[in-house]
């Protein structure tokens, strides 16, 4: 996945795997459900900056791909950080993240904080 482990921690109550910030792009979501798998969570930490920027232009299917993924192996995803200036530049993209929002298996969260406290309160 890269050349940083990821890292397993309790948050909010749940035990999270973070992957780590540094390394190449996401675009297979195979590497980190595995890496979930050997870590035995149900939770993974996806910094936003780690997805290839194919995931935020839903025409070209990489988000669809990788977010179904996730459910298939019923395993949560959080991404992490600040896609504000993406949700701006696309009216379906903004719509991905309400959506992923109002559910319980893919959250877009700002920071840590913010899903420390998702997680509680859920």
Known sequence: MSETLPETRRVGGCPVMFCPSGGPPLREAADVIGDAFHHGVTWIAVPVE?????FFRLRTG???DFLQKFA?????????GDVSRQ???SDAFHALVRECNRGTQCWFVP????LGRRLAAA
């Open 62 to 64: 990489v988000a669809g």
């Open 87 to 89: 949700v701006a530049a």
């Open 72 to 80: 298939n192996y019923r395993l949560r995803l959080a991404l992490v």
């Open 111 to 114: 920071d840590l904080g913010a």
């Open 50 to 54: 780690r997805l290839d920027p194919d």
